[in-house]
């Protein structure tokens, strides 16, 4: 009994003894010379429970130079410093116990604006150095001092970076993931990345950058991914050495026009992004020239683009293989041609909400029906009709000779798609077998006079052409189909 309650008051005098050196760490926290204790039991700062991270997120604290309390060879991988107040990185007061321990350095979202050269010169395992959303203004290469051996992604996007010089990253050697989004970036140079030797990923988003230098990244020689969206590029840059570039993301910058061998320098790309561009306006021939293992284009979400030339692709044989997906949704494309690219090879296509015209140009793309994303509208062009659906195939159901039939009818058996609906003509459309074809127009459909309130019917064919003409009789819209020339 007595030895219990012995047990019971040392406890307590050790709990205290702890809350009373987690008190005092508190009051010299504006000493930089001194630890701030954490993961105190109850009610310190901090967190420890799991294994190898220590968890400080939105605990307003401002050091990172921490110790943890009844540390009995405790291990730190990872520090969580997210949210916090800090301002300046010392030199020996970043987790200065643990600092060849850890592998992980989580400091987004503070207030950072100085760090101090040679800083991570003791985290020789440092790995993932994540300085976003702090308040940089720029970058000295003695910041990453001795971390060449280990870190593999530096993450500087959201702070005030206005131009990267001296090279300040030439001792990351091995680094192989850099991001510099939303900075207002205005300047680099040839000598910006210098050192970045295996490179794989670089992202630039949301800069100011209206202008690259062609030898900015000529260091890059594995670069694999350039994200450059939403800068201020009016042109395709011209960039040497990146041999082994497979993405591009050009994507939201005010690019006018794709020019002609605009992608001569990078002959491995496989992947392009050419989305929510307001100012492009043509893609002109050869454009995309050169380009033996493209395998994905965007090109969406630019209004004033009306046209792709028929030869933008040139005769690429190798599309053929590997072209497999094609992103042409949301322009004001008025024709797209036939031979522009080997459709038949290509397993997506999005080409919905463009400005086609309804005439035979388009008949190809029957051909390719059940691979198409999405609505397909063409405007008639004396535009009394507004838009309506024209493509969705079900071969199972429409030969080769087959006939097309915009409607609200289905007829069991041979539906072929969808629906749609637009000011003037609502409906979905079936296909109809050439061995009905005869039938059903002359016996129901060449007699019949139809008002748009009860059914209202379009009909386009591969062979014939089916005209028809708009009667306003009172409050109706009455449509009659008249037979043109075979």
């Given amino acids: 009994m007595v030895n219990g309650r012995m047990d019971k008051v040392y406890e307590i005098v050790l709990l205290l003894t702890t809350l009373h050196s987690f008190t005092k760490s508190q009051l010299s926290m504006n000493n930089s010379s001194a630890a701030m204790l954490v993961c105190v039991p109850i009610q310190g700062p901090c967190s420890c429970e799991q294994e190898g991270i220590v968890n400080c997120n939105g605990e307003k604290l401002e050091t990172v130079n921490l110790k943890i309390a009844n540390d009995n060879g405790v291990v730190v991988e990872q520090l969580n410093m997210q949210e916090n107040m800090l301002t300046k990185l010392r030199k020996g007061e970043v987790m200065p116990r643990y600092e060849k321990q850890l592998m992980r350095l989580d400091l987004r979202r503070n207030l950072i604006h100085q760090i101090e050269p040679a800083v991570f010169s003791s985290m020789i395992n440092l790995h993932d150095l994540l300085l976003s959303n702090n308040k940089l203004t720029e970058l000295q290469s003695s910041i990453f001092d001795n971390v060449d051996l280990s870190l593999r992604n530096l993450d500087l996007s959201h702070n005030l970076l206005e131009s990267i010089d001296n090279s300040p990253f030439e001792n990351l050697h091995l680094l192989l993931y850099l991001y510099l989004d939303d900075n207002p970036l205005k300047r680099i140079t040839n000598t910006s990345f210098e050192g970045l030797s295996s490179l794989l990923e670089l992202s630039m988003e949301n800069t100011k950058l209206k202008f690259i230098p062609k030898d900015a990244f000529k260091s890059l020689d594995y670069l694999e991914v350039l994200s450059l969206r939403n800068n201020q590029l009016e042109t395709v840059p011209q960039l040497s050495n990146l041999k082994k570039l497979n993405r591009l993301v050009l994507s939201g910058n005010p690019i006018l026009r794709i020019s002609t061998y605009a992608f001569q320098l990078f002959p491995n790309l496989e992947n392009i992004q050419l989305r929510h561009m307001p100012q492009l306006t043509l893609v002109e021939d050869c454009a995309f020239c050169t380009l033996n293992h493209l395998n994905t284009i965007a090109i969406t979400d630019s209004p004033l683009l009306k046209l792709l030339d028929p030869f933008a692709f040139g005769s690429n044989i190798s599309l053929k293989y590997n072209l497999k997906i094609v992103d042409f949704s949301n322009n004001s494309l008025q024709s797209l041609d036939k031979e522009l690219l080997p459709w038949e090879n290509v397993t997506e296509i999005w080409l919905a909400n463009n400005s086609f015209r309804c005439d035979e140009s388009l008949n190809w793309m029957f051909d390719i029906g059940k691979k198409l994303h999405g609505n397909i509208t063409c405007i008639e062009k ?28 289905v007829l069991p058996g041979c539906s072929c798609g969808i629906g749609f609906s637009t000011e003037k003509v609502y409906g979905g459309f079936i296909c109809l077998c050439s061995k009905l074809y005869f039938f059903i127009y002359t016996k129901i459909l060449q007699p019949l006079m139809i008002q748009k309130s009860s059914l209202t019917l379009i009909m386009m064919f591969y062979d014939r052409t089916f005209n028809y003409t708009k009667r306003d009789i009172s409050k109706f819209i009455r449509w009659k189909f008249n037979r043109g020339r075979a």
Avoid: A, V
């Avoid at 838009?387 to 915009?406: E, M, Q």
């Fill in 382 to 409: 004396n535009d009394l009709n507004g838009n309506f659906t024209i493509l969705k195939k079900d071969n199972s159901c429409c030969s080769k000779n087959g006939r097309i039939l915009f409607s609200f009818l």
